[in-house]
């Protein structure tokens, strides 16, 4: 039975993986680390709770000690999905995007290198390439992160490398575009405007609007992380977008439209500094392993609109406390 830690399984997108894993995978036990920050949510992980194969370890990536203890027992594959992850949060406040982002991958790769994992997955992100303002980012090209949570990443990504490069670690590294879908902390735009447009509050769009993001469906990048340990090669790096480009004034719109509020509830608020433009991946690497997203834009949209709808028990006790702190704060409104 392989042993599989996975990093910020109480986060968005690890969660979804978390529940991916026992699903597709039934020879797997699984254990959650996380440390359980404002974007860690238990509930994400409540139904697993009773599951054999399943357990939960609260503590730090940043700490050998919290990560030695969460791989008591023996580990065989490590992914680290756990990040601090907000743009935004990380140009107020870059210190615990250093400390997590980079310190933490670092100490997650030398356990993995000590206990000689077979695999170790580094979740990264498109957004270490930089703003692309044509054409699509490769796998080969250079990275220009322009904010501190992108430059952490990139950090990270790289460290992860270098330890395939040296030590011979198995280090697969996915970039991903923009996740969607449900169960996302809504401080990232789509949960954000949805949940705003629920409760009739405005819809803060940055600068004019035009910037564009590739969107991919939670569960679409949970099968690509699978394709990649399945079909690829130790080392190296996969691209995977959804394939969907859009600027961030249409989706507001279509948030809006969607669930028949006014178009009056769009507020134009300042840019964010440094924002990138465009992010666009070239993915006809993994391509070639046989993935391709399977949930169009518009769908995967309405499911997870319809889900915010449907789920005010989930989100509506975030939006309070330090949450509208944040927010008053960021945004001035
Ligand atoms: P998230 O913010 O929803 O969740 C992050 C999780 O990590 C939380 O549960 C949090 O408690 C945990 N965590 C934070 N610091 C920790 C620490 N020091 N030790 C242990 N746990 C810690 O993030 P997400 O959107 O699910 O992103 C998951 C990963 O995917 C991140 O590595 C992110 O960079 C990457 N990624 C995200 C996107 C996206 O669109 N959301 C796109 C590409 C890549
Ligand atoms: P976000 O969800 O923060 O993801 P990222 O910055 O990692 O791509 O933002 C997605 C896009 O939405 C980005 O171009 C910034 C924009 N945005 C707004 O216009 N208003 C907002 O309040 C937020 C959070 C984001």
Not at 46 to 55: A, F, H, I, T, V
Request: charged share 25%; with cysteine; glycine share 10%.
């Amino acid at each position: 039975m392989p042993r599989v830690l996975i990093t910020g399984g109480a986060g968005f997108i690890g969660s979804h993986y978390a529940h991916h894993a026992l699903r597709t995978h039934p020879d797997w036990r699984v254990t959650v680390l996380d440390k359980l920050t404002y974007a860690g949510n238990p509930a994400n992980l409540q139904d697993l709770e009773g599951n054999p194969r399943y357990r939960f370890v609260r503590g730090d990536i940043a700490s050998r000690q919290d990560v030695e203890r969460a791989v008591e027992g023996g580990v065989d594959l490590i992914f680290n999905f756990a990040a601090e992850t907000h743009v935004d949060r990380s140009i107020g406040d870059p210190e615990g995007f250093i400390r997590t982002d980079i310190y933490g991958t670092y100490a997650l790769l030398e356990t993995a290198r000590a206990r000689g994992v077979k695999v170790f997955v580094q979740i990264s992100t498109d957004e270490v390439y930089g703003s692309v303002p044509r054409g699509r980012s490769l796998e080969t090209d250079a990275l220009m992160p322009t904010n501190p949570y992108s430059a952490s990443k990139a950090a990270a990504d790289r460290l992860a490398y270098s330890y395939f490069a040296t030590y011979g670690l198995p280090v697969f590294i996915s970039r991903a575009s923009n996740n969607y879908g449900p169960c996302q902390y809504p401080e990232k735009v789509i949960p954000l405007f949805v949940t705003n447009a629920l409760e009739d509050k405005p819809l803060p769009l940055y600068g004019d609007g035009q910037n564009v993001r590739d969107w991919l469906y939670v569960t679409d990048h949970c099968e690509a992380i699978d394709v990649m340990l399945e079909r690829g090669a130790p080392g190296e790096v996969y691209n995977i977008g959804g394939g969907n480009e859009r600027r961030n004034l249409e989706i507001t719109e279509h948030i809006l439209d969607r669930l028949g509020k006014p178009r009056t509830l769009l507020r134009y608020v300042q840019d964010r500094p440094g924002h990138d433009r465009r992010y666009a991946l070239d993915c006809s690497k993994i391509g070639r392993l046989g993935w391709a997203p399977r949930v169009v834009f518009e769908k995967g949209l309405e499911e997870t609109i319809a889900w915010y709808a449907a789920n005010r028990a989930w989100w509506q006790p975030i939006k309070t406390g330090e949450y509208l702190e944040y927010y008053r704060k960021h945004y001035k409104i």
